[in-house]
């Protein structure tokens, strides 16, 4: 082969290497090229989801805070409404309170048929008629029975015994007197038989009774606070004790049984209302003092003593009432020693079965006789200068008590 074809040879060759070269460049560039792309397209699938993690968890949070605030906007919704809750704010009920009641005459005595007499003429619903509103628009009204509802004639020796006829408890029933304590001086006039016959007669009238080692628990419809909101009335139980100071028994221990047995019971109020051994004073003695504290020290919530005849003052003791002496209220004597009387009233809050702080009460000062030259057994409200001069008396004798209360200001 001359050097002519020799040199075309290998200018050919030369330039099909070339080629080779070129495209093993392209090749290698394309896979290169493919390999930047995949790790492109892969950096940006990571990055995406990663976005997508994070706009996810953006989303989970945003959801999670409107949900949180939609809760915090119900609550908040939901909180004046609660608060609106009428039984939130307690059951009010109102107790009014007044002495000695004598339905009975002391066949004895000269001037033993005033009451009767009355009854005879005038009916059933004269003795309280001036005092009728008040027991009737509070919720409930105790007194203390003097003397025996029975036709035994088997009387005690003692000078003094009253006795009444059966058909007398519609002085109380129509009234709006709703229980009596039985517990004074007075209970045993007709001895044991004429007790047990009182019992029975004020059960059958329907009149609520308590008193020595018998307690009365009475379910009191009360009144809630107004709030704009219609709503069904409340019920609060009331349990009652009475206490004969002068009890031939152990009156304090029984007492506190009684208040034991009430609580158990599931009393909300307890009230004790007591007969004291002291008669004509003014001031309540230690012995007094001792056994009304003794009493609110072991859960009693009012008490209300009935005795003395005069009235006394009123004590706050460890934020309960102590009304001393109401004074009488009805009596059969023709020329009682002392007119004055006192209505005491008290109203109540009760909130999940507790009484809630000082509770509001009320002094009406009344006179046991509307005549004031003879007795004419039926009491009334006073007015003016003579209403002052009671409530004034009051105040006075409550200055001498330590927690003693003082006069509304004006």
Same mark, same amino acid.
């Given at each position: 082969m001359?050097?002519?074809?020799?040199?075309?040879?290998?200018?050919?060759?030369a330039?099909?290497?070339r080629?080779m070269?070129?495209?093993r460049?392209?090749?290698i560039?394309?896979?290169?090229?493919?390999?930047?792309?995949?790790?492109?397209?892969? /950096?940006q699938?990571?990055?995406?989801?990663?976005?997508?993690?994070?706009?996810?968890?953006?989303?989970?949070?945003?959801?999670?805070?409107?949900a949180?605030?939609?809760?915090?906007?119900?609550?908040?919704?939901?909180?004046?409404?609660?608060?609106?809750?009428?039984?939130?704010?307690?059951?009010?009920? /109102?107790?009014?309170?007044?002495? =000695?009641?004598?339905?009975?005459?002391?066949?004895?005595?000269e001037?033993?048929?005033?009451?009767? &007499?009355?009854?005879?003429?005038?009916?059933?619903?004269?003795?309280?008629?001036?005092?009728?509103?008040?027991?009737?628009?509070? &919720?409930?009204?105790?007194?203390?029975?003097?003397?025996?509802?029975?036709? /035994? &004639?088997?009387?005690?020796?003692?000078?003094?015994a009253?006795?009444?006829?059966l058909?007398y408890?519609?002085?109380?029933?129509?009234?709006?007197?709703?229980?009596?304590?039985?517990?004074? #001086?007075?209970?045993?006039?007709?001895? =044991?038989?004429?007790?047990?016959?009182?019992?029975?007669n004020?059960?059958?009238?329907?009149?609520?009774?308590?008193?020595?080692?018998?307690?009365?628990?009475?379910?009191v419809?009360?009144?809630?606070?107004a709030?704009?909101?219609?709503?069904?009335?409340?019920?609060?139980?009331?349990?009652?004790?009475?206490v004969?100071?002068?009890?031939?028994t152990?009156?304090?221990?029984?007492?506190?049984?009684?208040?034991?047995?009430?609580?158990e019971?599931? #009393? &909300?109020?307890?009230?004790?209302?007591v007969?004291?051994?002291?008669?004509?004073?003014?001031?309540?003695?230690?012995?007094?003092? !001792?056994?009304?504290?003794?009493?609110?020290d072991?859960?009693?919530?009012?008490v209300?003593?009935?005795?003395?005849?005069? !009235?006394?003052?009123?004590?706050?003791?460890?934020?309960?009432?102590?009304?001393?002496?109401?004074?009488?209220?009805?009596?059969a004597? #023709?020329?009682?020693?002392?007119?004055?009387s006192?209505?005491?009233?008290?109203?109540?809050?009760? !909130?999940?079965?507790?009484?809630q702080?000082?509770?509001d009460?009320?002094?009406i000062p009344?006179?046991?006789?509307?005549?004031?030259g003879?007795?004419?057994?039926?009491?009334?409200?006073?007015?003016?200068?003579?209403?002052?001069r009671?409530?004034?008396?009051?105040?006075?004798?409550?200055?001498?008590? =330590?927690?003693?209360?003082?006069?509304?200001?004006?």
């Amino acid at each position: 082969m001359d050097n002519r074809s020799q040199r075309q040879r290998q200018k050919q060759l030369a330039e099909r290497r070339r080629a080779m070269a070129i495209q093993r460049g392209i090749r290698i560039g394309a896979i290169l090229l493919a390999l930047v792309l995949a790790i492109i397209s892969l /950096t940006q699938s990571c990055a995406l989801r990663r976005d997508m993690k994070e706009l996810a968890a953006q989303l989970r949070e945003k959801k999670l805070a409107q949900a949180q605030q939609e809760i915090l906007a119900a609550q908040t919704v939901a909180e004046p409404e609660e608060s609106q809750e009428p039984l939130a704010q307690g059951i009010q009920v /109102t107790l009014s309170f007044v002495g =000695d009641i004598m339905l009975g005459e002391d066949d004895n005595r000269e001037d033993g048929r005033l009451v009767q &007499d009355l009854y005879e003429e005038r009916g059933a619903s004269y003795f309280f008629q001036n005092v009728r509103s008040i027991f009737e628009g509070d &919720d409930l009204t105790t007194a203390s029975l003097v003397g025996s509802l029975t036709t /035994t &004639d088997i009387r005690r020796s003692w000078d003094d015994a009253y006795r009444a006829e059966l058909g007398y408890t519609e002085v109380l029933t129509g009234s709006g007197i709703d229980a009596v304590t039985v517990a004074n #001086a007075h209970a045993l006039d007709y001895s =044991d038989e004429g007790y047990v016959d009182t019992l029975a007669n004020l059960d059958n009238a329907g009149i609520q009774r308590f008193g020595f080692d018998d307690t009365a628990r009475v379910g009191v419809t009360g009144v809630l606070p107004a709030t704009g909101v219609t709503v069904p009335a409340g019920s609060v139980t009331v349990g009652f004790l009475g206490v004969y100071q002068r009890s031939e028994t152990n009156y304090e221990a029984q007492a506190l049984q009684d208040i034991e047995a009430l609580k158990e019971q599931g #009393a &909300d109020i307890i009230v004790a209302v007591v007969s004291w051994y002291s008669e004509q004073a003014n001031t309540p003695d230690d012995s007094q003092i !001792l056994t009304a504290h003794k009493l609110i020290d072991n859960g009693v919530d009012l008490v209300v003593g009935i005795q003395p005849y005069v !009235l006394q003052g009123v004590e706050i003791y460890h934020g309960k009432y102590i009304a001393y002496s109401i004074g009488s209220f009805m009596t059969a004597d #023709a020329q009682p020693q002392s007119t004055d009387s006192l209505i005491f009233q008290q109203t109540f809050t009760v !909130l999940d079965g507790a009484v809630q702080g000082l509770a509001d009460f009320n002094l009406i000062p009344c006179s046991i006789s509307g005549n004031s030259g003879k007795n004419d057994c039926c009491p009334i409200i006073l007015e003016g200068s003579e209403r002052q001069r009671v409530l004034d008396h009051i105040y006075d004798m409550s200055v001498e008590l =330590d927690g003693g209360v003082s006069p509304p200001e004006e």
